[in-house]
């Protein structure tokens, strides 16, 4: 079996897991010197479509995944899943592998998304909270006050040792297809956290940002050190690009957004630069901040469907690949629409320098499946070069 890097367990890298020029691993992993062609993990996922894509290199075809592959969409996640409450299968490494492997299996995506969730990291540092179905993440004790801070303390690797152990299984199992690890931007936790679950206007979070600008700053700098230190874990692991969630920011004017979120944001993309890895960057309505977030230091930028890709490369500048964005709710439609669609996304990619085909936002619960595989299938043909 070819050597993984880092995973639990796994061998030391026979030769050089690292590659001399775009990207390298940091010396703690990579122990032996550059100029040779990689081996182990790294190398079989190096040259996919999706890593070159996001490198903005030629590709043999527009890679594609989709945003929540893995979960509830397919018969067979929720057969594995009957019976355990979502953060406990977040912590069994047997499930997570399982279930991140279920889509690349039945619809040959580009690449695999680490199946866990943006909350597990504070669960794991010991705050208060559940995923309920249908609802998402809810908070015992939002934080509001200073002395509320105290729950947040930092996260070491000891904290998630199931991390480590489902990448280390999965990166085995997965080959030359790359695994994406992620975790929530610091806005999109903060919100959780002020409001003490899901919210429509993040009223307390604004609340708080613009009466304690303070406390916000304070609180959104340790979470940005909580996201960092589960980023860095995962990419040790062997995930092969991370994406950084920032969901809700879109609720925020670009002023705002520079000014009390941006800083925390690059403070966690720029901790995980010297790894290498492609660091990709989404929220949802952001049409406003494509240009800061992008700012904020992601290789690759993701892109909702509301606004179309030769108009976000307008916006975000170059030196960047886009990933995006059929609207998730157009897979309810005929073949023909949906095929429709997707020229029209194509089209709107064609001068990019990278184009990761995706969703806008995640893949909807009761989406066909079929039509994601046949989605995967049609995008695969038609850019094949
Ligand atoms: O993308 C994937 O397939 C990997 C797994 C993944 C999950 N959550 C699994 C999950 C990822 C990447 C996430 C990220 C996540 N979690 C985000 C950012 C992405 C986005 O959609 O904007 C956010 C905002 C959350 C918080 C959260 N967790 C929400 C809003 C929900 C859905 C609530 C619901 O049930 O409608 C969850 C729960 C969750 N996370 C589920 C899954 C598969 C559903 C739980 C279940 O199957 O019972």
């Known amino acids: 079996m070819p050597g993984r890097l880092g995973g639990t367990g796994a061998p030391a890298a026979q030769g050089h897991p690292c590659r001399a020029g775009h990207f390298f691993i940091r010396a703690k992993i990579c122990r032996v010197s550059a100029n040779t062609r990689p081996t182990g993990q790294l190398s079989q996922t190096y040259d996919s479509a999706f890593l070159k894509a996001c490198r903005r290199e030629p590709v043999p075809h527009t890679p594609v995944w989709f945003m929540r592959q893995a979960g509830r969409s397919l018969p067979e996640y929720r057969k594995v899943r009957e019976g355990t409450a979502m953060l406990e299968s977040c912590m069994r490494p047997d499930l997570v592998t399982e279930i991140t492997l279920q889509p690349v299996r039945r619809h040959g995506v580009d690449a695999a998304i680490f199946f866990s969730d943006i909350v597990v990291p504070l669960k794991a540092i010991g705050v208060d909270l559940d995923i309920k179905p249908g609802v998402g993440p809810v908070v015992a004790r939002p934080i509001r ?21 489902a990448i280390g299984m999965l990166t085995g199992e997965l080959g030359g297809t790359p695994l994406i690890g992620f975790a929530g931007a610091p806005f999109t936790l903060a919100s959780y956290l002020v409001e003490g679950g899901p919210s429509k206007n993040h009223e307390h979070t604004k609340a708080l940002m613009y009466g304690d600008p303070e406390l916000w700053a304070d609180l959104l700098d340790r979470l940005a050190e909580i996201t960092s230190a589960f980023l860095k874990v995962q990419i040790e692991a062997g995930a092969s690009a991370v994406q950084l969630f920032d969901s809700w920011v879109g609720a925020l004017a670009p002023a705002d957004y520079r000014r009390s979120v941006m800083p925390a944001s690059a403070k966690v993309l720029a901790s995980v630069a010297s790894y290498g890895v492609p660091r990709i960057h989404f929220g949802v309505g952001t049409g406003e901040l494509l240009g800061l977030m992008g700012e904020a230091g992601a290789d690759v930028m993701g892109v909702d469907y509301r606004v179309s890709l030769d108009e976000a490369v307008r916006r975000v500048g170059p030196g960047k690949a886009l990933q995006g964005n059929l609207d998730p709710a157009v897979l309810f439609s005929t073949t023909e629409a949906v095929e429709a669609k997707t020229d029209e996304v194509l089209a709107a990619a064609a001068g990019l320098e990278g184009h990761v085909f995706n969703l806008g936002h995640g893949v909807l619960p009761t989406t066909d499946p079929d039509a994601l595989t046949r989605l995967v299938e049609y995008v695969h043909t038609k850019t094949r070069r």
């Open 145 to 165: 006050r200073r002395e509320d801070l105290a729950q947040l303390r930092d996260l070491t690797p000891e904290d998630v040792p199931y991390v480590t152990e």
